[in-house]
C-alpha cells in the first residue's frame, strides 16, 4: 500500500484518482490470499482453433510460432 500511496503520481493520472484507492487499502484490517493459479502442462486441454497446445520453450519467435501453427493445419497466421 505505502509505495502506491505515497508516490509521485504518474503523468497521466492525477492525485484525485488515488484517494479512493488509498483510503479503501487502508480501510482493510484482515486479508486472505486465495492462490488460484493451477498448474498447465502438456496434455492440457485447449480449444482449437484460437488456442493451440500448451509447448513450454525457453526460445522462441514468431517464425517458430508460425511454423509450429502451419505443422497443425492452422491457415490463419494472425495474432501470433
Known amino acids: 500500500m505505502g509505495r502506491y500511496c505515497n508516490r509521485a503520481p504518474e503523468k497521466r493520472a ?3 484518482d488515488r484517494k479512493p484507492a488509498c483510503a479503501a ?8 490470499v486465495y492462490d488460484l493459479s493451477h498448474e498447465i502442462s502438456a ?6 482453433p484460437n488456442q493451440t497446445p500448451f509447448l513450454l520453450s525457453i526460445f522462441t519467435s514468431w517464425r517458430d510460432s508460425m511454423k509450429r501453427r502451419r505443422k497443425l493445419g492452422l491457415r490463419n497466421d494472425a495474432g501470433a
Do not use: D, K, V, Y
Open 25 to 32: 487499502l487502508r480501510s482493510i484490517e484482515q486479508a486472505r
Open 14 to 16: 492525477s492525485i484525485s
Open 43 to 48: 496434455g492440457a486441454p485447449f480449444m482449437r
